[in-house]
């Protein structure tokens, strides 16, 4: 015989166990991502505002907490102007020739020829991804030195006729930085563009088919439709990639000549540990945080993120 | 009874002595041996430690300082001191000696600092303005036997304005190195080209005249170059800054000074230079070793460098005759010339140096050990093996130094040579008016825009400029 009193009581150890579960399952599944999240993105972000406020200088010393950083920002910096257009330009560059366009072609080709072939030619596009950085700058220095021995130079002067060797790291420095990231950016978007393909319900393309659609009308209306996700994410995750990424570009031209491929990016690595202000370059790092989380938000907004994450309403099969 | 007892008292008596005596024994022995041993036991190693950049053109620099040890070890003994040091070298892969010097600031602000480093000498009042450096003038008075007889131009170079803060370790000269053959071959006469180095040490030689020459040679022969200098942040390049007049500290104040018509007027010569065709407009991208081999293997007229080049690469890597006259039969150098007929004619010296902790615990063995590290002999292997000059006056007259043709011939050019500034920030402020050649060189920057963005950079990110 129990009482509504117990089978009140019961209820809510009921309420109470599935809330420690919940907690639980909540530590568990959750946890190690809050941890890292905290470690390495909330405690450098702190650590960067901080240290954005001293005059950290080349001894690593803080002599006084100042706000002297972001006035050099604002007022006396002309640089900055120079480097956030050089930056748009790369980025933007990368993105829209190779990252995702480049990347959608491959995979759009791969998909369509043999599998064997396919696969063969996948593999080629992945192996400067493979190739560890600084064994892939050398190769793209051997291949665009100003000198005879250079690749580009000995094709061009022996099959086409070309006098003099170009030297193509002074006259089309930011065409280089975007070309050598491209090659490597392409692969990723290839491999997912190339994914979400495979998925398309193969009667899909047969319908299209005996409906009469062409080549380019079942990728208008069948292939491109299916890839909005992936472009999206691919468009948001290699934008934020490009604007914090600098070691190719270091490789290649060291930023230069002058300042003409320092990006954002490296214009903070060179002020920070080239120049020893560390204080300046943790002040400007700072915008770049900003500016990352920014971009993240609109593209969130912008690709609508939202409800293209959600549950399928209805099941395609 | 009576008389065994007599015996036992005898033999009790004997025992007696024989165990005294073997105790006494046993003493005296532990004693001695105790004695002996006392030195040993109270022996104390004091371990010093030097940072020292890996650096192909003077392992001696550190090398010297561990053969000071011995030395420094048997006056120890012979003064009776329990002290014995030993070094150990912390070797850094630094590309240069700025680099090096960044690397070590921060080295000494985590509390990680060795007992002495050695380091170019315009670097020293950056670790003297953040207290990591000693201050040496009362040592160096203390140890004429030592320092005494260093030549005193040296010294100017070791000072910050408070006193002294390092010992010269070397010096050397900055030159345009010139290449003769390629000189007649675009049609100047012997007479002509072997009496440049005179002509620009009495200021009749010009820079511009340097831009003409190297251009006919462009013109008129296969080589592609005809004036190169460092594709990093060096000194070289300032030679030509000096000889425009630019000293870059202002005598009174010690502060950084920039003129910026001064400034201009250098850059321009790097713009006439590159707009004639003379300098690769991709000097400042090009590899280091691959822009030496062109000037060694006949592709360039001249070369902006410092004698040790000669010893250190010129001679085993490229095979250039290490015979005096075969050498000069070929090629030559000339002081930085004059901007102007009538003017003065500039070279540079980079001396390296060598400089002790503030914070270590054995100032004075430290001191000790540099001094010996200087000695003429050991500076003297230096100077001979890679071809830098010396430091004293007497290793001019060892026969290994006399044999050292090149050091002989480029002392020459301490008569009219100059320093860099020892300000804390001309490392700096040398990074952005390397950058202001790279922007005229790569077509991006006129020379006066050059100046002005050498003004502007640093007034925004160094302090205490003064701009004219």
Known sequence: MTTIADELTIERRGHAGAAARRRTNFVIFLGPAILLTVLFFVVPVIIDITVSFTDLSRSLRISEFTTEQYEKVFRTDRRLSQVIGLTFIYVFGTLAIFNVTFGLILAITTTAIRNVSGSFFRGVWLLPRMSPSVLYILLWLWAVSPTEAGLINQVLMQAFGLDAPLDLLTSAPIALIIISNGFIGASMGMIIFTAAIRGIPEHLFHAAAVDGAGTFATIRFITLPALRWPISFVTIYQTLSLLVSFEYILLLTKGGPFYDTTVYALYVYRRAFESGQYGYGAALALFLIVIGVIVALLGWRFFDMERLLQRPRIEVH | ?468
């Open chain 2, 1 to 468: 009874m009576k008389a065994c007892r007599g015996w036992e008292e005898i033999r009790m008596f004997h025992w007696k002595i024989g165990t005294a005596a073997l105790l006494s024994a046993a003493f005296a022995a532990g004693s001695a041996a105790l004695l002996a041993a006392t030195p040993l036991v109270a022996q104390e190693t004091v371990k010093l430690e030097l940072w020292s950049r890996q650096d192909p053109s003077g392992p001696l620099r550190p090398g010297n300082v561990i053969k000071a040890t011995e030395r420094l070890n048997k006056e120890l003994e012979a003064e009776g001191s329990p002290k014995r040091v030993e070094v150990a070298v912390r070797e850094s892969p630094a590309k240069g000696f700025d680099d090096d010097a960044l690397q070590l600031l921060k080295v000494f602000g985590v509390g990680e600092g060795p007992d002495m480093f050695i380091a170019a000498h315009e670097w020293i009042c950056a670790f003297q303005e953040d207290g990591f450096a000693l201050k040496l003038d009362d040592y160096i008075a203390k140890y004429p036997q030592h320092f005494g007889t260093i030549f005193p131009s040296l010294w100017s170079s070791a000072k910050c304005p408070d006193g002294t803060y390092a010992i010269p370790q070397d010096a050397e000269a900055r030159m345009f190195f010139y290449n003769k053959k390629l000189l007649r071959e675009a049609g100047y006469d012997a007479a002509f080209v072997d009496a440049m180095p005179e002509r620009a040490l009495s200021g009749d030689l010009t820079l511009d005249e340097v831009l003409e020459i190297a251009k006919q040679v462009v013109d008129k022969t296969k080589a592609q170059y005809g004036v190169l200098h460092r594709p990093n942040k060096g000194p070289d390049y300032i030679m030509v800054f000096q000889a425009y007049g630019s000293d870059f500290v202002d005598p009174t104040t010690g502060k950084l000074l920039l003129e910026r018509d001064k400034l201009a007027a250098a850059f321009g010569w790097f713009e006439r230079g590159v707009k004639e065709g003379v300098i690769p407009a991709n000097n400042t991208a090009m590899e280091f070793d691959a822009l030496r081999k062109e000037f060694y293997t006949g592709n360039a007229a001249f070369f902006m460098y410092g004698i040790w080049d000669l010893g250190s690469v010129a001679f085993p890597t490229y095979g250039l005759p290490q015979e005096e006259k075969a050498f000069f039969a070929d090629w030559g150098w000339i002081a930085g010339p004059a901007p102007q007929k009538g003017g003065s004619p500039v070279s540079l010296t980079h001396p390296i140096v060598y400089v002790i902790a503030a914070d270590t615990k054995e100032p004075e063995l430290a001191v000790r050990l540099l001094g010996h590290a200087s000695a003429a002999d050991l500076n003297t292997d230096h100077a001979v093996t890679t071809t830098h000059l010396g430091i004293k006056p007497e290793q001019l007259e060892d026969p290994r130094y006399a044999k050292a043709w090149p050091l002989a011939r480029a002392t020459e050019l301490l008569k009219i040579t100059k320093f860099l500034p020892n300000n804390s920030q001309f490392g700096d402020l040398n990074g952005i008016i390397y950058a202001g050649i790279q922007g005229i060189e790569s077509g991006r920057l006129s020379a006066e825009q050059a100046a002005d963005f050498v003004i502007e950079e640093a007034s925004s990110s160094l302090e205490d400029v003064i701009v004219k």
